[in-house]
């Protein structure tokens, strides 16, 4: 099982990748929200020359608000810099666009994108569509170290329900999910086996398709409660997120809240509420999977906590990750609140890297 770090992009934070380096993460997954944080590729470069063994890449990028083109290139960019550890994470874009206004691509569009995006990692020519017209598309000038596709990049593709996950199948390398819980991960590989079989592909757990959930992690101390102070303060603002997203879901499809949600539903729809509706979309995603807002703090039960998150002692955490890992789930990446990203990492360095 391989542990990474997933960052919120900041571009003076980069001693923050180097050091997961240096406790033996595996991965660095750069999260790309425009009206959020900085610039994941200048992050991502900055990151690549202080780095030397990590693999980095973005995490995840989004397709509804740069080109394939765009993306293709940016990745390329850093491929020159980290050749062999570059990978590109993408998804249709739930945070960054919705914290616009806008709803994430759909299915059909992210696999429109897809189709073009593929041959472009490689290098290769693509049929780029544009205002309903197709245009024919390669770069042009790769053999003088503007970009590398000489180095495999591994496409990762960011899927959450059945055809997201089938889109991953078909054409990724690999597939982020949201949830790190082993009784899950069968309905994953169904999904993911369903896009892989009509393009030819033979997808099971123990292939080289490479699946990564995102969560975070805490060690307890003994005795220590799932919703002790420290607790929240490292991993509050994940579990928080996780509301945003239930709340989105809500306000656009309707969906109901998942039942860990209920104790604090109605309370956290009526503080939402009263934020004018023409800027709601901003208010959701405040503080987002960096801290928690003062008067959310209240929403932290344990059982909002431990939805979103890993908590547990050492033992039961490394447990838990080899359950997962039986179950065909390659690498746990972590998303710690950000004034507490340092101690979360040398804890779980020390106590959960090292044992699995």
Known sequence: MDLGICVASHVTD??????????????????????????????????????????????????????????????????????????????????ARRVMGLPPQRISEFERYLETLVPL????????????SRHLIRHIMPDRGFVNFADPIPLYISGFGPKSLALAGRYGDGAVIGAARDTSMASMWHMVEAGARPAGRDLTPGSNFYTTALTTMVVLDPDEAVDSPRVKAQCGAMAMAAVHYAYDQHRNFGHQPPNHLAGIWEDYTALLETVPEERRHQRIHAGHNCWVLPEEERFLTPEVLTAACMIGSRDVLIERLQRLEDAGLNQVMILPNFDTRFDVIERVGRDIVPYV
């Open 121 to 132: 990692l490689k290098g290769e020519e693509a049929e780029y569509e544009h205002k309903g």
């Open 14 to 95: 980069i001693d923050y990748i180097v050091r997961a380096e240096a406790l033996g993460f595996s991965h660095a997954w750069l999260a790309d929200s425009q009206m959020l944080w900085s610039d994941c590729y200048a992050t991502l470069a900055l990151a690549a020359v202080r780095t030397s063994r990590i693999r980095i890449g973005t995490g995840v990028a989004v397709s509804g608000t740069r080109p394939a083109p765009v993306n293709a290139a940016g990745i390329a960019t850093i491929n020159v810099l980290a050749p062999g550890r570059t990978f590109f994470g993408v998804g249709a874009g739930n945070t």
